[in-house]
């Protein structure tokens, strides 16, 4: 059984300017900037047979390349209100969320223990938070809250694997899957007779 999920990879550029924004927060475990990622569908524990299902008919979605933008820094609480992630906030757009739907939709043909427990978010997570002081992390998320830094262009998505380990997850990628140009998809200059 392998842990698996769906994600957009995050370009060089974002992560770097991301990763700028690293400090000394206590209890926070920073992910490094080669583990960014935009989450679509977690899949949870795959065995081989499912993951080859999967792996073949993710090569059916087809999707125009679109941009995103960051559009700050948030926080995740437990049940206790207690912070337990810091993350980039990603504008959801309709391209991405018609993508993340199509994907789940998908997914959830061959899988059927898939559970879509959550509702969308994007977002990238930067640091899980251990006993981090409230006051002192709501205070740096306040610095960045509205900041807009950046903007890609998302021209594929990955299957991922994901592997626990004592310094934390570690994430491989498995399969990569390209969007189709976009003059490819252009069909104005055709007439239908």
């Not at 299902?53 to 559009?71: G, N």
């Amino acid at each position: 059984m392998v842990r698996m999920f769906t994600a957009i990879p995050v370009e060089d550029s974002l992560s770097k300017k991301l990763a700028q924004v690293r400090t000394d927060l206590k209890g926070a475990q920073w992910v490094s900037p080669e583990q960014f990622h935009i989450t679509l569908v977690f899949m949870g524990d795959v065995n081989v047979y499912l993951y080859r299902q999967i792996r073949q008919q993710l090569k059916a979605i087809d999707f125009k390349s679109f941009e995103i933008k960051v559009e700050g820094i948030e926080l995740f609480y437990d049940a206790q209100g207690e912070p337990t992630v810091l993350y980039a906030k990603v504008h959801e757009s309709e391209e991405i969320k018609a993508l993340q739907l199509e994907l789940a939709n998908l997914i959830s043909m061959f899988h059927p223990n898939l559970k879509l427990v959550h509702s969308f978010h994007p977002h990238i997570t930067l640091a899980r938070l251990h006993k981090t002081p409230k006051e002192e992390v709501e205070q740096f998320v306040s610095y960045f809250r509205n900041h807009e830094c950046c903007k890609t262009e998302v021209k594929e998505f990955n299957l991922y694997s994901s592997r626990t380990t004592p310094i934390g997850s570690v994430y491989t990628k498995l399969e990569s899957y390209e969007s189709i140009p976009k003059e490819e998809l252009d069909y104005s200059d055709y007439q239908i007779f």
